[in-house]
């Protein structure tokens, strides 16, 4: 279908004005005055919709391109408008109606809360809310495509099906075509008669493939989804959710640290820079402060607190947690909240954590308690990246996967990466649903996400 795209006209309407034009998209909205009647056209393209101008004794209206919701084609005249908040509106010469839309759309104006519309995945889609969220989504990932391909790494696609838990968080989701039988005597007995013939799953994360291929690449990166059978229903975790997993051979904690934090800037001024219109909007209805917020992280350093200093501080908070404070104890995200809310007021590295509260593959500091791991906790999220320098000892990594009782044949193709040319090496896992929450002030990670899968969620 010959047409113009609304965004091509709203960015640049000097280039159409008496021109004729062909729009197609949906009606957003539609007001009627005695001679005259507007449509706000929607195409989806741009968040700003296009004023079309219909002089009712000129062009007749098709039964139902009056109603909010119908999708109608458009040809008429672009021209300057005389309202201040656009540029551009387009003089129709004939509307003809594509698909109706009922009065029974639930998308009306009036209803429009965010609880609401999340029973409405499929529609919801059409407002400018998420209009905003979903073209700020595609932006970032170009960016973070960007930043990785101008920095020399190489994209690798990891596989969604593993035998291993690279987290062995114990959140895998089964992998299966068999149901679970009496008959099998025991459960290796069942996973040997399983489609792979030993237990599979979902990844958790691409990390242990990427440090494969970066220790060949030196520099690799992974964007994709991964799975974890989260429990709980908190509004930061989902059960599948995109991680960019960088990997970078020859380098230590620190210098993973200022590559993820040249990164978060990087991607945050691609979306302060591509996207004001939807910034704007999200500003107003979701998140006063955001564009500074943003702005500020581009422009100041980011915090760095030790985790034993900020056991420390939350000690001293005098602050009622619900969670206890203790160091050993991992960081909940009340006290994640109480260090980035409250004592940094922007994104904070904590690193040094007790080695028995984080993964088996993270390397062992010389204190024999900590290890060289941080995470980034941002306000308003808490934890955005999970990043550590890589243990690269063959002894060590082998105690630490004993230690934790894991299965040593899961890890033989690890661990021959620290026999054959061992090298320090680091990374991290961005959740982009996380870091899409922080950068659109959505306060729901189901806001993020077209379909969330949650717990006993799944539409
Ligand atoms: O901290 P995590 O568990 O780290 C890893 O998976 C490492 N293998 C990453 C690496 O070093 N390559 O997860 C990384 C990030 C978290 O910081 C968070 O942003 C996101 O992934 N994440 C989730 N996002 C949404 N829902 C969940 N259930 C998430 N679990 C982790
Ligand atoms: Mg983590």
């Not at 917020?293 to 908070?317: G, N, P, T």
Request: a negative charge.
């Amino acid at each position: 279908m010959k047409h113009t795209d609304v965004i091509q006209i709203i960015s640049k309407p000097e280039e159409f004005f008496g021109k004729t034009v062909t729009v197609c998209g949906w009606i957003r909205s539609y007001r009627d005055s005695k001679n005259m009647a507007f449509i706000a056209l929607n195409d989806g393209t741009s968040l700003p919709h296009l004023q079309i101008v219909i002089d009712k004794s000129c062009v007749t209206l098709p039964e139902g391109a009056t109603r909010v919701g119908s999708s109608v084609k458009i040809e008429g005249e672009a021209v300057k408008s005389f309202n201040k908040n656009q540029a551009v509106e387009v003089n129709a010469k004939s509307v003809s109606l594509l698909g109706d839309c009922p009065l029974d759309y639930p998308i009306q104006k009036a209803k429009t809360s965010l609880d609401y519309l999340r029973t409405l995945p499929h529609l919801r889609v059409r407002t400018n809310t998420f209009n905003a969220v979903f073209r700020i989504r595609s932006k970032i990932s170009a960016a973070i495509h960007r930043y990785f391909q101008q920095n020399g790494y190489m994209y690798v696609h990891t596989p969604i099906i593993t035998g291993s838990d690279c987290e062995g968080a114990g959140k895998i989701f089964q992998v299966t075509t068999l149901g679970y039988a009496p008959e099998y005597k025991s459960a290796e007995e069942y996973y040997a008669a399983d489609f792979f013939g030993r237990r599979a799953g979902l990844t958790v994360s691409g990390q242990l493939e990427g440090e494969v291929m970066a220790t060949a690449f030196g520099k690799i990166y992974t964007f994709g989804p991964t799975f974890r059978a989260e429990n709980s229903n908190t509004t930061r975790h989902a059960a599948e959710f995109w991680q960019i997993e960088p990997e970078v051979a020859f380098a230590e904690l620190d210098d993973i640290i200022e590559i993820a934090t040249e990164f978060i800037k990087y991607i945050i001024k691609a979306v302060i820079d591509e996207c004001p219109a939807e910034l704007d909007l999200l500003e107003r209805f979701y998140e006063s402060g955001l564009k500074a917020k943003l702005q500020k992280v581009v422009d100041d350093e980011f915090a760095r607190v030790d985790y034993s200093e900020a056991i420390e501080i939350l000690k001293k908070s005098g602050r009622q947690f619900v969670y206890p404070v203790e160091w050993g104890l991992d960081l909940q995200t009340e006290h994640e909240r109480y260090l980035t809310d409250e004592v940094y007021n922007r994104p904070v590295f904590v690193v040094n954590y007790p080695k028995d509260i984080k993964s088996f593959y993270m390397k062992q500091n010389p204190d024999g308690k900590t290890v060289a791991a941080t995470d980034l906790l941002v306000p308003g999220v808490g934890e955005i990246i999970g990043c550590s320098e890589r243990e690269a000892d063959y002894d060590k990594l082998l105690k630490a996967i004993s230690d934790r009782g894991m299965k040593m044949s899961d890890y033989a193709n690890y661990l021959d990466l620290r026999k054959y040319g061992s090298v320090p090496h680091s990374g991290f896992g961005l959740g982009l649903e996380r870091i899409l929450m922080y950068v659109t002030g959505m306060g729901n990670i189901r806001d993020t996400q077209i379909f969330p899968r949650a717990k006993d969620e799944l539409r």
